[in-house]
């Protein structure tokens, strides 16, 4: 899949979100190493901490279905305003993808989207080997 496929996943599943209070749609479309696309998108909920991000919905889906293995993640917000993932949300993704997975940032029709690599957006992750 070409990243403007990707990004046009991401967009396009942003009409499933649920977003009563901060009306902020976000999308993620998460690619697994062979190929196959996942998508989410935000939920919110009203006490806000149960709310769940649009990538961590993607990934979910996406390890639920036997994947872990990760190359690229697209992610896209109703403005196109270069939403990158969370802290939390990153933290989520380096459980499961190396830091030089790709992470592509909507920033709107005409305009290249950013690229970070998920090493970038979050060096010294926590991982199974800082908690031995």
Same mark, same amino acid.
């Given at each position: ?27 993620? !479309?998460? =690619?697994? +190493?062979?190929? /196959? ?6 939920? $919110? ?5 149960? *709310?769940?991000? !649009?990538? =961590?919905? +993607?990934?979910? /889906? ?6 872990? $293995? ?5 992610? *896209? ?56």
């Amino acid at each position: 899949m070409v990243i403007q496929d990707l990004l046009e996943a991401a967009r396009d599943v942003q009409s499933s979100a649920h977003v009563p209070y901060s009306e902020y749609r976000v999308g993620a !479309a998460l =690619e697994t +190493a062979d190929g /196959e696309v996942f998508v989410g998108c935000n939920i $919110e909920n009203a006490n806000y901490s149960n *709310s769940l991000h !649009a990538e =961590e919905v +993607a990934i979910a /889906e996406a390890v639920k279905s036997g994947h872990r $293995e990760f190359s690229r993640l697209a992610v *896209s917000s109703g403005r196109r305003d270069g939403v990158t993932p969370c802290g939390m949300c990153r933290q989520t993704l380096a459980e499961f993808c190396d830091d030089d997975l790709l992470v592509v940032c909507d920033e709107g029709e005409g305009e290249s989207p950013t690229e970070y690599r998920l090493g970038d957006l979050l060096p010294d992750t926590i991982s199974e080997e800082t908690l031995e």
